[in-house]
Nanobody, 127 residues
Framework: QVQLVESGGGLVQAGASLRLSCAAS????????MGWFRQAPGKEREFVAA????????YYGDSVKGRFTISRDNAKNTVFLQMNRLRPEDTAVYSC????????????????????WGQGAQVTVSS
């Protein structure tokens, strides 16, 4: 059974930076696409970023492009989300997710195409 545990959330002021970590256990996820999603109160879950398993190609949601960076350390079975120039509208619960490799294409920006989820980490950005 795969377990994903996020850490690094917190309360910061606008313009600050935070780095979220997602540590995986139970299975090596080096070949898995990993993603970050967020959900603010009263809003739908939103795709933030993803990183592919094989070549570490990265993908970002429009609202975070140029400010957030996703990366992975396969030796530590961990994925990171570096968040810079944070804005109040970035306030949300951030969850990491893992996608089992398949022979057919899957969407890396669709929450429904992910198989394992962490419990989430709260990020609050004050103005």
């Amino acid at each position: 059974q795969v377990q994903l545990v996020e850490s690094g959330g917190g309360l910061v002021q606008a313009g600050a930076s935070l780095r979220l970590s997602c540590a995986a256990s139970g299975r090596t996820l080096s070949t898995h696409t990993m993603g970050w999603f967020r959900q603010a109160p009263g809003k739908e879950r939103e795709f933030v970023a993803a990183i592919s398993g094989r070549y570490s190609n990265t993908y970002y949601g429009d609202s975070v492009k140029g400010r957030f960076t996703i990366s992975r350390d396969n030796a530590k079975n961990t994925v990171f989300l570096q968040m810079n120039r944070l804005r109040p509208e970035d306030t949300a619960v951030y969850s990491c997710a893992a996608q089992i490799p398949t022979t057919f294409p899957r969407n890396n920006n669709a929450a429904s195409d992910y198989d394992y989820w962490g419990q989430g980490a709260q990020v609050t950005v004050s103005s």
